[in-house]
């Protein structure tokens, strides 16, 4: 348990026992102002109401049986409220002890335990495009918070591998295909033939009944399709794989659609439905579960003869619960599949399964183009590669200029326009809607990536002019308010990442970390470090010391590296 863990807990004990009553979570909070002290309890209000008194009065009562909890150097009343100061001087030796070890902000909460997170999922055969970012870094992120608790987490890609579009492909690659072109640039030749079989089809309606009929053949697992299918599968993944090593993310599963499409997983769960009353038969060849009593639109399972996209989802949470007894699934995928997951959790609440409320839809705001939605239909999409490419290109000329004998200035370009990349995404919230626009998506100036990575570096420099020496045993008396407020920051750091992890929402580190770079350069602008007197210097280089740390760990938490020369 971490210093302000404890003292909480210690403040609810002390107040329990002089009151007599069991506090709630919402009764303890914090003050609305430094003046009113570091944590405040509402418990007068309940009270007040058996005791019939004011719930001052009441306060005032219950301070005065009250024993002072440990690390509470005052208490007093404001109103009904209870205010208890926190005393830093104590208090914040132990939260610099902590804050410098690579574990601070780590726990066992979560050992034995799983959580599924399925992200990213593009379409095979087509290029990963500026919307597909979002549910990978964000996904990314999520898993990152939760293994810092102790979970163990399994990255699911389920890839976008089935479906009609496939039969598109396989016909528009007999029509026009070109092997020497294939072979050259294989993503963007598919995509190029599936816009123009798109675009044919408008004229010619006669083309979407040959793309179903290639589709059938590939079901019914004839050789030729087969053959094609895979072969476009394989080179899809393996360029997906070139961007997701640029960007640090990595899976333990490819399970697409077609696996579960492919095996009995699908039928087994259809029959399941139906036995269970869960599913009835629309018309031959048509099954569908009624969701219109639920407030939901009816989910078909099967329609002439074939499963659908929700039919997989359900067989793969089934399959997930099996093989993991997972503490929660999670689906970072966009709000505009909000309905098919509200269909996918009551399915399986219909079907008795008591994890279907542990079955979460972490959806996120769609990212769209300046000129409209992102469609790769109809060729309208900026790709991730060109992207990613243009922000290092950003990054390295920024280093030519104000550091062109850095060394590693590739991997530092790297570093410094990915991050950017990423920082602007996840210091949002994820909900919110984002219209692509590159020159704010990688900035450089401002509240930024590289502006958490630069207070990194300016710590590592400090340190550095010190012969990386901060002591361990430091001096805490006198502690000026620049360095309380820095110390107070630095012990938040816990509780962020644990609500972080809860609520699915990377945001809460990002904006935490820019709080916490700006209380430094207060600190670091208001009081001497390297200068300072023996004592002052000791415990404001360990002050520096564990800065650094923090925002090594938070930035590594967004998947974003932290250099140390830039």
């Known amino acids: 348990m971490y210093v302000l863990e404890k003292i909480r807990e210690d403040v609810k004990e002390s107040v329990e026992k002089a009151c007599g009553l069991d506090l709630k979570p919402s009764m303890l909070s914090e003050p609305p102002s430094p003046e009113l002290g570091d944590i405040s309890t509402s418990v007068a209000f309940a009270l007040a109401k058996q005791e019939k008194k ?100 399994h990255r699911v890609n389920h890839i976008g591998d089935w479906g009609v579009p496939f039969g598109k492909l396989i016909a528009a690659y007999k029509k026009w295909g070109d092997e020497r072109e294939l072979e050259k640039d294989p993503i963007h030749y598919l995509v190029g033939l599936y816009v123009r079989y798109n675009q044919a089809e408008e004229q010619d309606p006669s083309l979407k009944q040959e793309a179903i009929e290639w589709f059938r053949r590939l079901e019914s697992g004839d050789p030729e399709a087969k053959k094609l299918w895979e072969r476009f599968k394989a080179l899809s993944i393996r360029k997906f794989e070139e961007i997701y090593r640029e960007l ?127 469609s790769t239909r109809k060729g309208k999409y900026v790709e991730l590669k060109q992207v990613l490419d243009l922000a290092v290109e950003k990054a390295r000329e920024i280093i030519e200029e104000k550091n062109p004998s850095l060394e590693n200035k590739e991997e530092t370009a790297k570093a410094v326009g990915i ?31 590289p502006y958490l990575q630069y207070a990194h ?41 644990k609500d972080a992890a809860h609520k699915q929402e990377p945001h809460r580190v990002a904006q935490y970390l820019l709080e916490l770079s700006h209380q430094f350069s207060a600190f670091y602008e208001s009081l001497p470090v390297l200068k300072a007197g023996e004592t002052e210097k000791g415990r404001r280089l360990a002050m520096v010391d564990a800065t650094r740390n923090v925002l090594k760990i938070g930035l590594e938490l967004l998947g974003i590296h932290a250099p140390s020369r830039m």
């Not at 430091?474 to 816990?494: H, I, N, Q, R, Y």
């Open 54 to 153: 004011s719930p001052a009065e009441t306060a005032r009562d219950i301070l005065e049986k009250l024993e002072s909890p440990p690390l509470i150097r005052k208490t007093s009343t404001a109103g009904p409220y209870i205010n208890f100061y926190i005393d830093w001087e104590k208090a914040g030796k132990k939260v610099l002890e902590e804050a410098r070890t690579p574990e601070y902000a780590s726990s066992d909460e979560g050992k034995g335990k799983w959580i599924v997170i399925d992200y990213s999922s593009p379409n095979v055969a087509k290029p990963m495009h500026i919307g597909h970012m979002r549910s990978t870094i964000i996904g990314d992120s999520i898993h990152r918070l939760y293994k810092r608790l102790g979970y163990s987490v």
């Open 248 to 374: 640090g993310v990595e899976f333990d599963s490819y399970k697409g659609e077609a696996y579960y499409a492919l095996n009995e997983l699908t039928n087994r769960i259809v029959e399941e439905a139906l036995e269970k009353g869960v599913a009835v038969e629309e018309d031959p060849g048509t099954i569908i579960v009624p969701l219109e009593e639920h407030g939901l639109v009816n989910a078909r399972l099967v329609e002439n003869g074939r499963t659908l996209y929700i039919t997989r989802d359900l067989a793969a949470a089934k399959e997930r619960w099996e093989e993991f007894k997972f503490q929660k699934n999670l689906y970072v995928v966009a709000v505009e599949q909000e309905t098919h997951f509200n269909q996918l959790r009551k399915i399986l609440e219909l079907m008795g399964y008591e994890w279907w409320k542990d079955c979460v839809h972490v959806k996120f705001g769609m990212m769209s183009l300046p000129e409209g939605r992102i």
């Open 419 to 449: 991050g950017a990349l990423k920082f602007a995404d996840l210091s949002q919230n994820r909900i919110k809607n984002i219209v692509f626009d590159p020159d704010k998506m990688i900035s450089f100036e401002g509240d930024t990536g």
């Open 457 to 497: 570096v300016r710590c590592c420099g400090i340190l550095e002019k010190a012969g990386n020496s901060a002591e361990t045993d430091v001096d805490m008396s006198g502690l000026e308010p620049a360095e309380t407020e820095l110390v107070k920051k630095l012990a938040e750091f816990p509780e962020i990442v």
